[in-house]
């Protein structure tokens, strides 16, 4: 069992940075596929990024390629979103997820943080 809190969402212009945390608690964090997901009002939730248990690889979907940067700190049990040349379509809820394997689904969601890109 993991529990995710995601922090540093907020407000910024098209063109600005922002960075967004996520922190674990519970099992052992190094153990986990961490993801990003992201979900716009009226929309479905979408993959964003993705990175494995020991930060090697990395994954991105095309609309954040070159944009966004996904890491982790296994001893500090955080993984991080840095999302640069942002754009107004990037604004949406952000979750950060865990799962065991690479194959199979994302079975821990965190609550959620809020980042807005005014135009």
């Known amino acids: 069992q993991v529990q995710l809190v995601e922090s540093g969402g907020g407000l910024v212009q098209a063109g600005g940075s922002l960075r967004v945390s996520c922190e674990a608690s519970?099992?052992?964090?190094?153990?986990?596929?961490m993801g990003w997901f992201r979900q716009a009002p009226g929309k479905e939730r979408e993959f964003v990024a993705t990175?494995?248990?020991?930060?090697?690889?990395?994954a991105y979907a095309d609309s954040v390629k070159g944009r966004f940067t996904i890491s982790r700190d296994n001893a500090k049990s955080t993984v991080y979103l840095q999302m640069n040349s942002l754009k107004p379509e990037d604004t949406a809820v952000y979750y950060c997820?865990?799962?065991?394997?690479?194959?199979?689904?994302?079975?821990?969601w965190g609550q959620g943080t809020q980042v807005t890109v005014s135009s």
């Open positions: 990175i494995t248990q020991n930060g090697w690889s990395t």
């Open positions: 519970g099992r052992t964090f190094s153990t986990y596929v």
């Open positions: 997820a865990a799962k065991m394997r690479l194959s199979g689904d994302y079975g821990y």
